[in-house]
């Protein structure tokens, strides 16, 4: 079975901070690990994506994530925020056979304060 | 302009009626899925087609049945509406049924009253 798990539902920072948000998965086999961003009333975008290769990913928008097999996460992360980037982030696994079976955490909801 | 469509935006109907929700995307992709958000649970996974043939199905109830038309539409019809069916559904699609990564519309709000 595989779980993601998302432990702040909430992050505020100010503009011009940097921010991590947690992912820490649970899945056997090889996986393909994403972040996607949701503005409110609006569909999920894509930002960013692993599945081998440099652990460290970069995204659009300046987001980078670093994948971590030891510690069964994938966190994302920001040098320096903007205002227009308060959203809910996801992060989702999927894995095996069904690929295009994403599985999604419950959500970050970032808060940023001009 | 969106290249992915889904109609209507807003959907509300009363418990034991039909509705039919619809997708349409122009990106060429030959996947495409289903999800709902609800307020209950995380977004999670429902359908997926790949060249209109439907790959994986994890939704229990057979009140959901996915219609594809065409290779770009895949419709979600919902039978004997319940309150629990109120959620956002959005569609998604991909190039291919693989590590692809998914572009999604910007979901149907349906409320079961």
């Known amino acids: 079975t595989q779980t993601v798990s998302q432990s702040d539902a909430h992050v505020t920072v100010f503009e011009g901070d940097s921010v991590e948000l947690r992912c820490n998965y649970s899945y056997g086999g090889s996986i393909y690990l994403s972040w996607y961003i949701q503005h409110h009333g609006r569909g999920l975008q894509f930002l960013l994506k692993?599945?081998?290769?440099?652990?460290v990913v970069q995204g659009v928008n300046g987001f980078e994530a670093e994948f971590s097999k030891s510690d069964s996460s994938f966190h994302l992360r920001k040098a320096s925020v903007h205002w227009s980037d308060s959203a809910v982030y996801f992060c989702?696994?999927?894995?095996?056979?069904?690929?295009?079976?994403?599985?999604f955490g419950a959500g970050t909801q970032l808060i940023v304060i001009p | 302009d969106p290249k992915i469509i889904q109609k209507p935006k807003y959907l509300v109907a009363v418990t034991g009626s039909e509705k039919i929700l619809i997708c349409e995307q122009y990106l060429g992709h030959n996947a495409m899925y289903w999800y709902r958000q609800s307020a209950k649970k995380p977004l999670e996974f429902m359908f997926s087609?790949?060249?209109?043939?439907?790959?994986d199905n994890q939704t229990a109830s057979s009140r959901f049945q996915p219609q594809s038309s065409k290779k770009n539409h895949l419709d979600l019809q919902i039978t004997a509406l319940k309150p629990d069916d109120s959620a956002t559904y959005f569609c998604?699609?991909?190039?291919?049924?693989?590590?692809?990564?998914?572009?999604f519309g910007a979901g149907t709000r349906l409320s079961v009253l």
């Open positions: 692993y599945y081998s290769g440099n652990p």
């Open positions: 998604a699609s991909s190039q291919d049924s693989g590590r692809y990564t998914l572009y």
């Open positions: 087609y790949s060249y209109q043939k439907l790959m």
């Open positions: 989702a696994v999927s894995g095996g056979s069904a690929l295009g079976r994403l599985h």
